[in-house]
């Protein structure tokens, strides 16, 4: 499967699925499905993160790194970020950030502390 051809922009369904929502826009599924995939409507972890990616052909590199610039991210990358309420997943693909909470952006979401890990296709 890999990653998807058109990454399309899905709000998170409540205010703890932003993860879910970064699988299915990286992966072009329904986020709904992803929730029954993954087994929670709630904070996905790292693990769940990539056992769902490799069920789908996509690898996730396996350090988290720093990151200030979005010049220093490659192509695709999933990000966590710390946010002024939480810890928060979010996506960068192809020079835009697809993002569950605030939609989509040139530059980060409001945030102090940003990693991330690198995403491809198998």
Known sequence: M???KDILHIFEPNPLACG????????GNDVQKVIEEVGTERETTLL????????????????RKPV???????????????TPKCWHW????????????????????PSA?????EVKSI
């Open 20 to 27: 879910q929502a970064v699988l299915a826009m990286l992966t």
């Open 68 to 82: 200030s610039d979005k010049n220093e991210l490659p192509q695709f990358a999933v990000l966590s970020l710390e």
């Open 90 to 109: 979010s996506l960068y693909a192809d020079g835009r950030f697809y993002d569950p909470e605030y939609g989509v952006l040139e530059d980060f979401p």
């Open 48 to 63: 769940q993160m990539r056992n769902f990616l490799e069920s789908k052909g996509i690898s996730m590199g396996k350090c």
């Open 113 to 117: 502390r940003r990693y991330y890990w």
């Open 2 to 4: 890999g990653i998807a």
